[in-house]
C-alpha cells in the first residue's frame, strides 16, 4: 500500500509512461491480494484464486492507467508486465483468460528484457494458449536451474497427462 502510495506521488509529479506502468501493474497485483493466500497461509494459484476477492475498483484504476500509459506510444518493461497482468484480472474465470494475447505481450517483454525468466513465464502461456506440449517445447533451451523451471516442467507435463513424470517433477 505504501509503494503504490509513494508510485502515486511519483506518477503525479511526472508524466512518464513507465512510471505509469508500474502503477499500473502494483494496483493490478494489490487487488488480487486478498485471494493469493488461504487462511492458513497457503499461496492459491492464480487459476485457484477466489475472484470475488479480487477489489474491481484497484483492478479498473490499474486498467485506466495502463490503458493511459500505453496509449502514449512508448512501450516499456512495466507496461508490458501491466498489460499481462491486466488480461488476468479481466478474464471472469481462469478458463477465459485470453492466452494468445499474453503470449503475444510476453512477446514484448522478450524484446525489451530477452530474460530467462520472461522466456520461462511466455513458455507457460504459450502451454495455455497452444496445448502442454507447445509450452513443453517453448522450454527448450532454457536453463534447467532457473528458479521455477522445474516446476513450470511439471505443470506442463500434468496438462499433458504425464501424471507420473509431472509427479515426480513436483516432488523434486
Not at 512510471?19 to 485471494?35: D, E, K, N, S
Not at 525489451?112 to 502461456?125: C, E, H, I, K
Amino acid at each position: 500500500t505504501e509503494a503504490i502510495r509513494l508510485t502515486r506521488q511519483l506518477a503525479a509529479m511526472m508524466a512518464h509512461e513507465e512510471v505509469a506502468g508500474l502503477l499500473a501493474l502494483m494496483l493490478l497485483h494489490h487487488a488480487r491480494r486478498p485471494a493469493r493466500t488461504g487462511p492458513d497461509g497457503r499461496l492459491i494459484p492464480l487459476a485457484e484464486q477466489d475472484r470475488g476477492l479480487w477489489d474491481t475498483r484497484l483492478i479498473a484504476e490499474g486498467i485506466n492507467v495502463l490503458q493511459a500509459a500505453l496509449a502514449r506510444d512508448h512501450l516499456g518493461e512495466f507496461q508490458a508486465q501491466a498489460a499481462i497482468a491486466a488480461l488476468h484480472a479481466d478474464a471472469r474465470t481462469a478458463d477465459e483468460t485470453d492466452w494468445p494475447q499474453i503470449v503475444e505481450w510476453y512477446d514484448e517483454l522478450l524484446k525489451l528484457t530477452d530474460s530467462p525468466v520472461v522466456r520461462l513465464n511466455r513458455a507457460v502461456a504459450v502451454g495455455e494458449a497452444d496445448g502442454p506440449h507447445a509450452g513443453l517445447a517453448a522450454l527448450a533451451g532454457l536453463d534447467a536451474s532457473l528458479p521455477r523451471y522445474t516446476a513450470a516442467v511439471a505443470y506442463l507435463r500434468e496438462r499433458a497427462g504425464d501424471l507420473v513424470e509431472a509427479a515426480r517433477l513436483y516432488s523434486e
